[in-house]
């Protein structure tokens, strides 16, 4: 495994992060704990979930995820090994300020991730989305304080627009108290125009990591889907055809599976080793049921791309 510093900051993180949406919702507790050792003993460190996590399944309320890896640190006593990312934004409690990025919101909602995570820092503390009910300041004067007070060290944000982006950016600059120092967008070789064309410059700009969620579009960009047949069983089957079943989509898949025979690699891993191969890509978040799945993950760490490759795919999944 290899390591990258998270954009300007001196933090050195596993180049595959782990997500871990699927913890409770997807795979129960103790298939979470085999995927959880499986990435640590392949050299991973980098692990991202949200107090969320998985409120949108049947009898799950969010915080599952937190709880089951806030478990497992403390069972395996590797909390010093594990760069430990979260989200706040959400709904977690009732009432006007049960969710948001406002001061209130967010020294509580730490507070409960903490908690969970049975933890006395989170490594990377990162707003979910954006809220515009809050000014800009007050939230990142609010991360200012939890990482005076050494609950947080870093903060970060996902799913921002292009505009609200710039202007964050600019105001956490300005402020010097805290910046983002993350970004996490959805990013995959199928969908690019959005990030590439209006957050790319402006992380470059700013030394923002950036670590893409869905790098596989939601398993689309595996052999797990093949042009012709019949959906494999799960929840996320239907979403992901819904999303990705199209002339451009299977053009792309046909061709990156052409690559990955070629290279004796699975389709996966050379989708991975693609945002691998841009020098400002920090980590994609690449999740994973069963031990198997983290550890081809993983495996694309130790793929390099040729110019020749790294062309030939950019040119294939450029919008049409």
Same mark, same amino acid.
């Given at each position: /495994?290899?390591?990258?510093? /998270?954009?300007?900051?001196?933090?050195?993180?596993?180049?595959?992060?782990?997500?871990?949406?699927?913890?409770?919702?997807?795979?129960? %507790?103790?298939?979470?704990?085999?995927?959880?050792? !499986?990435?640590?003993?392949?050299? $991973?460190?980098?692990?991202?979930?949200?107090?969320?996590?998985?409120? *949108?399944?049947?009898?799950?309320?969010?915080?599952?995820?937190?709880?089951? &890896? $806030?478990?497992?640190?403390?069972?395996?006593?590797?909390?010093?090994? &594990?760069?430990?990312? #979260?989200?706040?934004?959400?709904?977690? *409690? %009732?009432?006007?300020?049960? %969710?948001?990025?406002?001061?209130?919101?967010? &020294?509580?909602? +730490?507070?409960?991730?903490?908690?969970?995570?049975?933890?006395?820092? &989170?490594?990377?503390?990162?707003?979910?989305?954006?809220?515009?009910?809050?000014?800009? @300041?007050?939230?990142?004067q609010a991360y200012a304080t939890l990482i005076k007070?050494?609950?947080?060290?870093?903060?970060?944000?996902?799913?921002?627009? !292009?505009?609200?982006?710039? @202007?964050?950016?600019?105001?956490?600059?300005a402020l010097g108290a805290a910046e983002y120092h +993350?970004?996490?967008?959805?990013?995959?070789?199928?969908?690019?125009?959005?990030?590439?064309?209006?957050?790319?410059?402006?992380?470059k700009r700013y030394g923002v990591g950036v670590i893409?969620?869905?790098?596989? !579009?939601?398993?689309?960009?595996?052999?797990?889907?093949?042009?012709?047949?019949?959906?494999?069983? $799960? %929840?996320?089957?239907?979403? #992901?055809?819904?999303?990705?079943?199209?002339?451009? $989509?299977?053009?792309?898949?046909?061709?990156?599976?052409?690559?990955?025979?070629?290279?004796?690699?699975?389709?996966?891993? /050379?989708?991975?080793?693609?945002?691998?191969?841009?020098?400002? /890509?920090?980590?994609?978040?690449?999740?994973?049921?069963?031990?198997?799945?983290?550890? @081809?993950?993983?495996?694309?760490?130790?793929?390099?791309?040729?110019?020749?490759?790294?062309?030939?795919?950019?040119?294939?999944?450029?919008?049409?």
């Amino acid at each position: /495994m290899k390591y990258r510093k /998270m954009g300007k900051t001196g933090l050195k993180v596993s180049e595959i992060c782990l997500g871990t949406m699927q913890f409770r919702w997807l795979i129960p %507790e103790a298939d979470s704990y085999k995927v959880l050792d !499986a990435f640590s003993e392949g050299g $991973g460190n980098f692990i991202d979930t949200a107090d969320i996590y998985s409120c *949108w399944a049947a009898g799950l309320k969010g915080g599952e995820s937190e709880t089951i &890896i $806030g478990s497992w640190m403390a069972s395996r006593k590797n909390r010093r090994q &594990i760069v430990l990312a #979260t989200k706040a934004m959400g709904r977690m *409690w %009732e009432g006007p300020n049960g %969710e948001g990025l406002s001061r209130a919101h967010l &020294i509580q909602a +730490c507070e409960d991730s903490l908690r969970r995570l049975q933890t006395d820092h &989170i490594d990377l503390y990162q707003s979910h989305w954006d809220d515009r009910t809050t000014p800009l @300041e007050e939230t990142l004067q609010a991360y200012a304080t939890l990482i005076k007070q050494g609950k947080v060290r870093y903060a970060g944000a996902s799913n921002y627009d !292009a505009g609200r982006w710039g @202007e964050v950016l600019a105001v956490g600059k300005a402020l010097g108290a805290a910046e983002y120092h +993350c970004f996490q967008p959805y990013y995959n070789l199928v969908d690019r125009e959005g990030f590439e064309k209006d957050h790319l410059d402006l992380c470059k700009r700013y030394g923002v990591g950036v670590i893409p969620y869905s790098p596989l !579009a939601g398993g689309f960009l595996t052999s797990k889907y093949k042009k012709g047949a019949a959906l494999p069983k $799960g %929840e996320r089957a239907k979403g #992901t055809k819904e999303r990705f079943f199209h002339e451009r $989509g299977w053009r792309i898949h046909a061709g990156l599976a052409k690559l990955a025979k070629k290279r004796g690699k699975s389709i996966g891993q /050379m989708a991975l080793a693609w945002l691998l191969a841009h020098d400002w /890509m920090t980590a994609p978040i690449a999740g994973g049921n069963t031990p198997q799945q983290i550890r @081809e993950n993983l495996a694309a760490s130790d793929i390099i791309l040729s110019a020749k490759e790294k062309e030939a795919l950019d040119t294939l999944s450029k919008k049409d």
